[in-house]
């Protein structure tokens, strides 16, 4: 059987969410580095496995390749549904996938090295300006999501309950980020609580960019 594959960066928070959902079903894989701030995902080599050149990206071990950190944490569910990153009922599993997109969708594509680079090279943005901007984008979200999940009794210890889902997996993924730019959690406790519950979870630390092989 051929090795799994996880193209990656160290840094990107949709990296950070497949590695951990790999470590929490015990999959080993194969850490592919591309360094995105030196172009490293623009190499002809990586856009073979994926023209749009974007991380993460993950070889299966028969050849099936899949992009895109949502359908990845899918994927690798429905392949392995060893521990399951969505509950088993409807109503549970759109609640999952709205608290995820909420992240994955209103958050990340605003706030991503592309957008953050394009705003300094086409608008001028010094690193206060960009760091605006990724503030005020987190806080957009962050402020509706943090009242869902505290006056929601279907929130546990997770985002959903007592077990992890791909929904905790974007939000330790995004918090990872909003670090660099010192975005305040504390009007955020009940994000800040799930948080910390995750992070004590070790298939989920060790997912986390400073213990990547590639961290600077």
Avoid at 10 to 22: K, M, N
Avoid at 109 to 122: A, E, Q
Wanted: aromatic letters at 8%; hydrophobic letters at 45%.
């Amino acid at each position: 059987m051929s090795k799994i594959i996880l193209h990656n960066y160290f840094r990107s928070s949709t990296s950070f969410r497949v590695r951990a959902a790999l470590n929490l079903k015990g999959i080993e894989y194969d850490y592919v580095a591309h360094h995105l701030r030196l172009g490293g995902h623009r190499e002809p080599g990586f856009l073979n496995v994926n023209p749009q050149g974007l991380v993460p990206s993950l070889v299966w071990s028969d050849g099936t390749v899949v992009h895109q950190s949502l359908a990845i944490l899918e994927f690798i569910d429905d392949v392995v549904p060893d521990p399951p990153l969505l509950p088993g009922d409807a109503h549970g599993r759109a609640r999952v996938r709205m608290l995820a997109q909420m992240i994955a969708c209103d958050i990340h594509p605003v706030n991503n090295l592309r957008i953050l680079n394009g705003l300094r090279s086409r608008f001028g943005a010094d690193d206060d300006a960009v760091a605006d901007w990724f503030r005020h984008w987190v806080e957009e979200t962050f402020a509706p999501m943090e009242t869902m999940l505290a006056d929601d009794a279907a929130t546990g210890e997770f985002c959903h309950g007592d077990t992890v889902t791909i929904a905790d997996l974007c939000l330790v993924a995004q918090i990872a980020n909003n670090a660099r730019f010192d975005v305040d959690m504390r009007p955020y406790p009940t994000l800040g609580r799930i948080h910390e519950r995750c992070m004590a979870i070790p298939q989920i630390a060790a997912a986390a960019p400073a213990n990547q092989p590639d961290a600077e």
